[in-house]
């Protein structure tokens, strides 16, 4: 609207009053130019002594100018982002906030590439806008090819208008919110909120290829806010990746990264795990810690996993060996720096690996599926329980010494609480005598109440013992559990070949615990000998809450020989030959800029020299690589060292290693 005579723009002021007194609609004619842009509210009254208060907002919206400039108006785009701007100015101005941004970390490796992120989106999530509430709901991670993240950005608005980015990865809290929103609609698009899948905090990335360059983004989202007006939509955090005017990338936000996998170096030795023996274990199961994210382990360093119990049904009182249990939790400890890494609990779920029982009313971890914790300093565990609950392990029972028939059968219900490793060890004289125990509420092997007393006998003398060989007493020798003789046949008399000894321990208070079996000899003929040991197992036993299962992580900066030597014969130019391009090379989308060549040398030495020459020996550039320990691939450029662009032809290069002056020669072709 400023053409002559009106060319001075802001101080002509009936070129102003053209440009704020009336609404003004101009078509966009598809040519860039400088964007001015003049805020005003249009004429009104203003009387004297009298205060108005403007407020006014920005929104941009595509929708055809036929609807702008029918006597309808018609612009359904713009009038839904008026409804959500309208609910902002009723609210004073308190915007509904994404969740806090994550922290994204990538570590390259072979073929892939491991995506861990931080908590703080959805421990430290508050939204003002909503009371304070934490409305977290799941994360969503990107992965693009071009720093502009186009290629992520094929979903499509309700005008066909491709507007949103396709995640390759997404995981939303188990809260019964998930699926497509139907409310806060984004041009007729709904926001979809996941597939209650839980929540984690790594992914790995395994379709890429070694030397191509990716830009990932994570992104934290929340559930909206349906019951505000017509709903708000859903919001996530901004990806930032700012380039400068040659297209180089000037800054990225945290929950951007940039990685690029590539093959291992040669003679890289890894870290390794390395689990330590703990003899005094006394639950059972498979522990398999993986390394995740290289960059984030803390060499050396030994960690520690313990296990929290839900006791199932009630403990037995004043007997601290006395539960039935299933673990419900565990917890990761750094003991070199000891401090808690990694906590996972019925308050604290990552995942899907806690469920409720509810005819138990416990909470268990997974024991048919390996349990896996999330990342925690570069580290997950995988974790294998054999059962629930502790399981006889009748396969593990029986003579250890000896062989005589004896008959033991465990209590149907109590021995329940007694899930212990125990031996029966017999002898040729008396070393063991019965406690005198109040015999009120002892049952039989059958769960059965025995009435009346007076068919149990305490105080006897017996040429065996029971020992618990999961738990020592306070002097250091193993807990032994009494024996107490049952006229089972109901004859008035306790006759050791006819009836059952009942085995169970005691409390503190000196009274019986409970019945964990009974012990019966069918063959008075065949009694056990001397040093003779019978033994029962509960090996499918989860672990108990005083067991720590160490492992450590083992580094070292020095490199396989040979190996290295090996490997360098594997080295290779990739394309080879090189024509016109390849898919290692960034896309620029300034077309005034010089496409930026690539060529990869893979299989290298993490430290060597490169040097390229024409098939007459002139040199043509002098490549020093000085990689990460596990990088083995260098990307050339294809310039001179005059910095001049190569001409076509066959070349030749040479690389040697500095660690040990290893070399190797190949040759190449370029076809422009």
């Known amino acids: 609207p400023?053409?002559?005579?009106y060319n001075k723009w802001f101080r002509n002021d009936k070129s102003m009053w053209k440009v704020i007194g009336s609404g003004t609609l101009i078509e966009y004619s598809g040519s860039i130019s400088n964007l001015v842009e003049t805020f005003a509210s249009g004429p009104f009254l203003l009387y004297k002594g009298r205060t108005e208060r403007i407020s006014m907002a920005e929104l941009h919206s595509f929708d055809p100018l036929e609807g702008l400039s029918s006597e309808q108006h018609g612009a359904p785009a713009l009038f839904e982002l008026k409804k959500i701007v309208q609910v902002i100015y009723e609210k004073d101005y308190r915007f509904a906030q994404p969740p806090k941004m994550p922290t994204l970390s990538a570590t390259p490796g072979d073929g892939m590439v491991i995506l861990t992120w931080d908590d703080m989106a959805d421990t430290k999530t508050r939204d003002p806008f909503l009371a304070n509430a934490n409305d977290f709901e799941g994360y969503k991670l990107f992965r693009a090819t071009d720093k502009k993240m186009s290629d992520a950005e094929v979903i499509t608005d309700g005008y066909g208008t491709a507007m949103f980015k396709k995640p390759i990865f997404q995981c939303d809290l188990a809260d019964n919110k998930f699926g497509f929103t139907d409310f806060g609609l984004v041009n007729g698009m709904g926001y979809y909120l996941g597939n209650e899948t839980g929540i984690q905090?790594?992914?790995?990335?395994?379709?890429?290829?070694?030397?191509?360059?990716?830009?990932?983004?994570?992104?934290?989202?929340?559930?909206?806010?349906?019951?505000?007006?017509?709903?708000?939509?859903?919001?996530?955090?901004?990806m930032i990746i700012e380039l400068d005017e040659a297209e180089d990338i000037r800054t990225i936000s945290k929950n951007v990264q940039i990685a690029t996998p590539h093959q291992m170096a040669a003679g890289y030795v890894p870290e390794e795990i390395e689990l330590l023996e703990n003899s005094e274990l006394l639950g059972h199961g498979t522990l398999?810690?993986?390394?995740?994210?290289?960059?984030?382990?803390?060499?050396?360093?030994?960690y520690g996993v313990t296990f929290e119990i839900d006791t199932i049904g009630s403990a037995i009182a004043d007997y601290p060996h006395g539960v039935n249990y299933t673990n419900d939790g565990f917890q990761i400890y750094d003991l070199t720096d000891t401090e808690l890494v990694y906590i996972e609990n019925s308050e604290n779920i990552h995942g899907n690996s806690i469920f409720y029982d509810d005819s138990l009313a416990v909470n268990y971890l997974d024991y048919q599926h390996t349990v896996s914790s999330d990342v925690f300093e570069g580290l997950r565990i995988n974790l294998k329980l054999p059962n629930m609950s502790p399981t006889p392990d009748y396969g593990n029972t029986g003579w250890v010494v000896g062989s005589k028939p004896i008959l033991v059968t465990r209590s149907k219900r109590e021995s329940l609480f007694f899930p212990w490793d125990y031996d029966i060890v017999f002898s040729n004289q008396t070393v063991y005598t019965g406690r005198n125990v109040p015999k009120s509420g002892i049952r039989d092997d059958a769960d059965v109440r025995i009435s009346p007393t007076s068919r149990l006998y305490t105080t006897l003398n017996f040429n065996f013992y029971v020992v618990n060989k999961s738990f020592r007493d306070s002097t250091g020798a193993f807990e032994k559990l009494d024996l107490v003789g049952y006229d089972s046949d109901k004859n008035d008399l306790f006759e050791i070949y006819k009836d059952k000894v009942l085995v169970g321990p005691v409390t503190n208070s000196g009274k019986w615990a409970g019945t964990f079996c009974s012990i019966s000899f069918p063959d008075s003929l065949q009694m056990p000998a001397d040093g003779d040991v019978y033994r029962m197992t509960n090996l499918l036993r989860p672990y108990w809450i005083t067991d720590t299962l160490k492992f450590t992580i083992k580094s070292t900066s020095e490199i396989d020989k040979e190996a290295l030597k090996y490997t360098m014969s594997k080295i290779q130019v990739v394309p080879n030959p090189y024509v016109g391009t390849n898919a290692m090379e960034p896309s620029v989308a300034n077309w005034y800029l010089n496409q930026r060549r690539r060529l990869m040398f893979t299989h290298l030495p993490a430290q060597c020299t490169i040097k390229i020459f024409t098939v007459s020996g002139v040199l043509v550039d002098v490549i020093n690589v000085n990689n990460d320990a596990d990088n083995g691939i260098v990307h050339w450029d294809m310039l001179t060292k005059e910095n001049l662009e190569i001409a076509a032809g066959m070349y030749l290069y040479h690389v040697k290693s500095k660690a040990t002056g290893d070399e190797k020669v190949g040759k190449f072709a370029v076809i422009k």
Do not use: C, M, W
């Not at 400023?2 to 005579?5: F, S």
């Not at 992104?219 to 955090?237: C, H, L, M």
């Open 2 to 5: 400023h053409t002559p005579p």
């Open 201 to 238: 905090h790594y992914f790995i990335d395994t379709n890429v290829q070694n030397g191509r360059t990716y830009y990932y983004g994570i992104v934290a989202y929340d559930y909206g806010a349906p019951d505000i007006g017509p709903g708000i939509a859903p919001s996530e955090n901004n």
């Open 288 to 302: 398999t810690p993986e390394i995740l994210a290289k960059k984030d382990l803390q060499a050396n360093h030994v």
